[in-house]
């Protein structure tokens, strides 16, 4: 009978946990929006641990939000507490509530960490699972770096940016990786596109730098005399790459950016005409089968900043040292209203 009763009791505690748990399941999960208010009204009040306190709570009570724990996840990360953040997204995989963001904290949690060959794992898990999601592209992109796979790493950078054109990391990730592999053009005009999405900061000065030294190291010309000219030009690899063979238009920037003798300096004016000269040397988009990201995506791009006449105001904002000038401010604005095509990522 005592062996019945304790199975009967034991029944009833798990019908009761079991009705415990429903019932909280069963609340409305608070929404992101009201998460963000409740969590600023906790660090308000005591700062960070309070915040941390709050949204520990928060998951104990809704342990099915995907928000509350990236939330969280991201607190720990932002603290340097990896281990706890990658528990928190653990936890969250075992309950099957995972998604791109999570994954995505997940990355930088093990990236950061140390722990590589988890990254790439976790990148290549969310690009699969999340192909819309140009975050996971980027994440993917950067372990591939990190495994000398910058073919690979190429392709994700293009998608995560065709996915949202206004990635600037992406973009600076990209232009570095093109001028890494020697391909000038395309490096050219990506270093250009990212300052229209982030003209200012820290990481857009060291792309300026990068920019000017690119043109100062592999494209050179001097006039010895009046009349000798020697032309000093790296193209990167023999023959076309992979988005179509830019040679010419390669050499169009030697003439026009370069610096020399009687024009050291790469001043708006000879950046305008470069722009210029290197848009009429491109390849036919046709004559590249499976596609260029350059000529499909990044050209038709400055063509059109070129018809709208807003050629010297994209200079200005390459080119600028203080305060945009009315040029780069309507280069700016009119940027944002560009319409890139859409692209769905494979």
Same mark, same amino acid.
């Given at each position: 009978?005592?062996?019945?009763? !304790?199975?009967?009791?034991?029944?009833?505690?798990? /019908?009761?946990?079991?009705?415990?748990? &429903?019932?909280?399941?069963?609340?409305?999960?608070?929404? #992101?929006?009201?998460? *963000?208010?409740?969590? +600023?009204?906790?660090?308000?009040? &005591?700062?960070?641990?309070?915040?941390?306190?709050?949204?520990?709570?928060?998951?104990?009570?809704?342990?099915?939000?995907?928000?509350?724990? $990236?939330?969280?996840?991201?607190?720990?990360?932002?603290?340097?507490?990896?281990?706890?953040?990658?528990?928190?997204?653990?936890?969250?995989?075992?309950? +099957?509530?995972?998604?791109?963001?999570?994954?995505?904290?997940?990355?930088?949690? /093990?990236?950061?960490? !140390?722990?590589?060959? #988890?990254?790439?794992?976790?990148?290549?898990?969310?690009?699969?699972?999340?192909?819309?999601?140009?975050?996971?592209?980027?994440?993917?992109?950067?372990?591939?770096?990190? #495994?000398? %796979?910058?073919?690979?790493?190429?392709?994700?950078?293009?998608?995560?940016?065709?996915?949202?054109?206004?990635? @600037?990391?992406?973009?600076?990730?990209?232009?570095?990786?093109?001028?890494?592999?020697?391909?000038? *053009?395309? @490096?050219?005009?990506?270093?250009?596109?990212f300052f229209t999405v982030e003209p200012?900061?820290?990481?857009?000065?060291?792309?300026?730098?990068?920019?000017?030294?690119?043109?100062?190291?592999?494209?050179?010309?001097?006039?010895?005399?009046?009349?000798?000219? *020697?032309l000093q030009l790296s193209v990167g690899?023999?023959?076309?790459?992979?988005? !179509?063979? $830019?040679?010419?238009?390669?050499?169009?920037?030697?003439?026009?950016?370069?610096?020399? @003798?009687?024009?050291?300096?790469?001043?708006?004016? %000879?950046l305008e005409k470069t722009l210029q000269?290197?848009?009429?040397?491109?390849?036919?988009?046709?004559? *590249?089968?499976? !596609?260029?990201?350059?000529?499909?995506?990044?050209?038709?791009?400055?063509?059109?900043?070129?018809?709208?006449?807003? @050629?010297?105001?994209?200079?200005?904002?390459?080119?600028?040292? &203080?305060?945009?000038?009315?040029?780069?401010?309507?280069?700016?604005?009119?940027?944002?209203?560009?319409?890139?095509?859409?692209?769905?990522?494979?």
């Amino acid at each position: 009978m005592r062996i019945r009763n !304790g199975i009967v009791e034991t029944l009833a505690v798990i /019908l009761f946990l079991c009705l415990q748990s &429903g019932s909280a399941q069963d609340r409305p999960m608070t929404a #992101e929006a009201d998460l *963000v208010k409740e969590l +600023e009204l906790a660090v308000a009040k &005591g700062g960070y641990e309070e915040g941390v306190a709050m949204l520990k709570q928060k998951v104990e009570a809704e342990p099915l939000n995907p928000a509350a724990r $990236f939330f969280l996840a991201t607190a720990y990360q932002a603290k340097g507490a990896n281990s706890a953040c990658i528990e928190e997204v653990r936890a969250a995989e075992r309950l +099957e509530i995972i998604d791109d963001r999570l994954l995505g904290i997940l990355w930088m949690c /093990l990236y950061e960490s !140390g722990r590589e060959p #988890e990254a790439l794992k976790t990148a290549a898990q969310a690009v699969a699972r999340f192909p819309g999601s140009g975050e996971s592209h980027r994440w993917y992109g950067v372990s591939l770096l990190d #495994e000398n %796979k910058d073919a690979e790493a190429t392709s994700h950078f293009q998608k995560a940016i065709a996915i949202d054109p206004g990635d @600037s990391a992406s973009l600076y990730m990209l232009a570095q990786l093109y001028r890494s592999r020697g391909y000038v *053009v395309p @490096s050219f005009l990506t270093y250009l596109r990212f300052f229209t999405v982030e003209p200012e900061g820290n990481r857009a000065n060291k792309a300026r730098a990068q920019l000017l030294e690119m043109l100062k190291s592999e494209l050179l010309i001097h006039f010895e005399d009046e009349t000798k000219v *020697v032309l000093q030009l790296s193209v990167g690899p023999d023959g076309p790459i992979d988005e !179509g063979d $830019f040679r010419e238009a390669q050499k169009r920037i030697a003439v026009y950016a370069a610096p020399n @003798s009687r024009s050291p300096d790469l001043t708006p004016s %000879k950046l305008e005409k470069t722009l210029q000269e290197v848009l009429k040397a491109l390849p036919d988009k046709g004559s *590249v089968p499976e !596609g260029s990201f350059i000529l499909h995506v990044t050209a038709p791009f400055f063509a059109a900043a070129q018809d709208a006449g807003l @050629s010297r105001g994209l200079a200005d904002l390459v080119l600028m040292s &203080g305060e945009p000038t009315a040029g780069a401010v309507d280069f700016l604005k009119w940027s944002t209203e560009y319409k890139w095509p859409s692209r769905k990522a494979e």
